[in-house]
């Protein structure tokens, strides 16, 4: 009987050690948050999306693919449906850019 219960603890053991193990998190993506008066949208494929991201920095382009994915107020629309939703939105309504770490591409534009 204590043989099974010393297995036990020791299965027990095996998978919370397991559990509790250390992992590394990558995250591929990374975001801007703007307000649209601060972007200027890109007006096609191959384009890019270009804003500063603070007063004091430099100006950044990413650009967009093929396979960019644009949403306004969470509808998936197209890149021309876009530019036309922009032009009856405010300039403090918000953008957000969520880019690509490694190649810097747009990989979707959401306008809430």
Do not use: W
């Not at 998978?15 to 990558?26: D, E, P, Y």
Request: net charge neutral; glycine share 4%.
């Amino acid at each position: 009987m204590s043989q099974r219960v010393i297995t036990a603890l020791l299965l027990l053991l095996a998978v919370a050690g397991q559990a509790s193990a250390t992992r590394v998190m990558q995250q591929p993506e990374e975001a801007y948050e703007l307000l649209l008066g601060q972007v200027s949208l890109p007006q096609r494929v191959g384009g890019s999306v270009i804003f500063k991201p603070c007063p004091d920095c430099q100006t950044v382009g990413l650009p967009v693919t093929a396979a960019t994915r644009y949403f306004v107020s969470d509808q998936e629309v197209t890149l021309d449906a876009l530019a036309e939703a922009t032009n009856n939105l405010a300039r403090t309504t918000n953008v957000a850019v969520f880019f690509d770490k490694a190649s810097k591409f747009v990989n979707r534009l959401k306008i809430n």
